[in-house]
């Protein structure tokens, strides 16, 4: 009988190893903190099954919720998407490792006009940009059936309670001075009293300041106009009945943003990094993030593939400036957001 028992215990053994190798199949983890709604998990899943790979990946609803948790000693991400004033506030604190552009093969297919905006890491040598866009209004037209494409559809009384505008001090602050005709990016105390005073004039009529679930409640009939970004909006409507949303970015313009790929400081996956943010930018996978998102196509090489409709276009954003990082300026800006959300 010991022949056979022996034969017994290879079998095992070899149901044991196949079963340890499933648990551990020896994939390479990459770890990604990115914007909610972001990206399509189709194409997360794309990139884990050509390069064996797993992704973990992590959200967040703004740059400062994701500067504070980097900064409070959240570790282990690899690829962080910030937009372009973080950036320049990333650099400086020394948060991000140096772009190899030559391992990004695919560079070449972002469009020079947006690269020639780029103030906040001229020459690239730091960051990638993902998309291009801007915040704007977003108006259920079964409830809401006239309206001037402006900012100013926030101090309509008739909407008192109907109304969100997102919980971002950059954002709320930068319409109101558009409105002004100041830039987004003003530091000056005279203007910045103007906008807190045109806001609080908003704050009034508005439900609440959300960043997060705005477009839940949109979608549900809770609120009618929203600030906020196509995406989220989209995402949680019910695609047969995109007919009834009308986004626009207003006529004032607002606060643009370049959404960036970069690699932290100390990442413990750069080549597995440098693979994905090169095949972000392949033409046929950017055309499909493009389909999803429905924003302006920046890689010049994925038009030719994209089949869906942008819910807004790149020449829209003309009145719109991209958001720089203020520098000291920064304080007065938390003072004033403060002022608005709880009163002096």
Known sequence: MRPHVNKLLVALSLILAGLLLSCDSGKQKLFIYNWTYYMPDEVLADFEKQYNAEIVYDVYPS???MFTKLKSGAGGYDIVVPSGDYVSIMIKENM?????????TNFKNIDTAVIQRIAFDKGNNYSVPYM???????????????????????????????????DDMREVLGAALRTLGYSVNSTNPEELEKAKKVV???????????AE???KGF??????????????????????????????IPREGGS???????ILKGAKHKDLAYAFI???????????????????????????????KASYELSDLSKSELKEDLGPALELYNKIWQEIRVGK
Request: glycine residues 4%; proline residues 2%.
């Open 256 to 262: 643009a943003y370049i959404d960036n790929m970069v």
């Open 213 to 215: 679930a705005f477009a």
């Open 219 to 248: 979608a549900a009939g809770e609120f009618w106009v929203v600030q906020g970004y196509a995406e989220n909006v989209m995402r949680e409507y019910d695609s047969t009945k995109y007919s009834e949303v009308d986004f626009f």
């Open 132 to 166: 291009m866009g801007g915040s704007g209004i977003a108006v259920n037209k079964t409830r809401v059936t006239q309206y001037d494409r402006s900012w100013n559809i926030f101090s309509r009384t008739d909407l008192k309670n109907r109304l969100t505008m997102l």
């Open 63 to 65: 740059n400062e919720d």
């Open 200 to 210: 609080l004039g908003w704050k009034a009529n508005l439900c609440k300041f959300d």
């Open 96 to 104: 991000l490792e140096r772009m190899d552009l030559a391992r990004i």
């Open 278 to 308: 090169n095949f972000i930018h392949d033409p046929k996978i950017y055309a499909r993030i493009i389909d999803y998102l429905r924003y302006p196509c920046i890689n010049t090489a994925a038009r030719q593939f994209v089949t869906k």
